[in-house]
T-cell receptor
Framework: QQPVQSPQAVILREGEDAVINCSSS?????VHWYRQKHGEAPVFLMI?????EQKGHEKISASFNEKKQQSSLYLTASQLSYSGTYFC??????????????FGQGTILTVHP | DADVTQTPRNRITKTGKRIMLECSQT?????MYWYRQDPGLGLRLIYY???????NKGEISDGYSVSRQAQAKFSLSLESAIPNQTALYFC????????????FGPGTRLTVL
């Protein structure tokens, strides 16, 4: 099953913060986050591995709670360039699942001036 | 030049026609993937390949087939296209080392009438 992202959409003004959540019903080994601008391909933001490590990318950071099978993406002091659709991709350990990601349905983030 | 290319970028076809979408990469990656993207459903995995001799079905492989002609080339075929295969199709690659991020091609927009 696909992981579930929430919220489905969020609208911000420049400088505001946002959190995007990703929940899975399966035990996770890794969580990837990607951003897709309108009409473009998804672009990698960061990966989190089993162990609850928190990663950062400019003013965007993320956490991974393996016990709850959840990850959250934190966008602080949002900029106009943050607008786009954010996807989490989850990876499970072992066998043919290795190297394969299952993506959530996406969260549309719109930042206004 | 782009690392991952897809041809064609846009295609309109009729129900029942056979269609091939092509993907080429210059990143030297062994792992390649085909996804389809539909509004509100995110990215769903169709097929993936870990090397030339290794092809695996993804979540939604029915109605599709693939061919891995070489490490650099991975083609997706629709044997008899139907309207609900209208979607945006992405090819992606992934390396074996480093951050293990997936690199996406620019996408092919396919319309089946």
């Amino acid at each position: 099953q696909q992981p579930v992202q929430s919220p489905q959409a969020v609208i911000l003004r420049e400088g505001e913060d946002a959190v995007i959540n990703c929940s899975s019903s399966k035990a996770l080994y890794s969580v990837h986050w990607y951003r897709q601008k309108h009409g473009e391909a998804p672009v990698f933001l960061m990966i989190l591995l089993k162990g609850g490590e928190q990663k950062g990318h400019e003013k965007i950071s993320a956490s991974f709670n393996e016990k709850k099978q959840q990850s959250s993406l934190y966008l602080t002091a949002s900029q106009l360039s943050y607008s786009g659709t954010y996807f989490c991709g989850t990876g499970t350990a072992g066998g043919t699942s290795y190297g394969k990601l299952t993506f959530g349905q996406g969260t549309i983030l719109t930042v206004h001036p | 030049d782009a690392d991952v290319t897809q041809t064609p970028r846009n295609r309109i076809t009729k129900t029942g026609k056979r269609i091939m979408l092509e993907c080429s990469q210059t990143k030297g990656h062994d792992r390649m993937y085909w996804y389809r993207q539909d509004p509100g459903l995110g990215l769903r995995l169709i097929y993936y390949s870990f090397d030339v001799k290794d092809i695996n079905k993804g979540e939604i492989s029915d109605g599709y087939s693939v061919s891995r002609q070489a490490q650099a080339k991975f083609s997706l075929s629709l044997e008899s296209a139907i309207p609900n295969q209208t979607a945006l199709y992405f090819c992606a690659t992934r390396g074996d080392r480093g951050r293990n991020e997936q690199f996406f091609g620019p996408g092919t927009r396919l319309t089946v009438l």
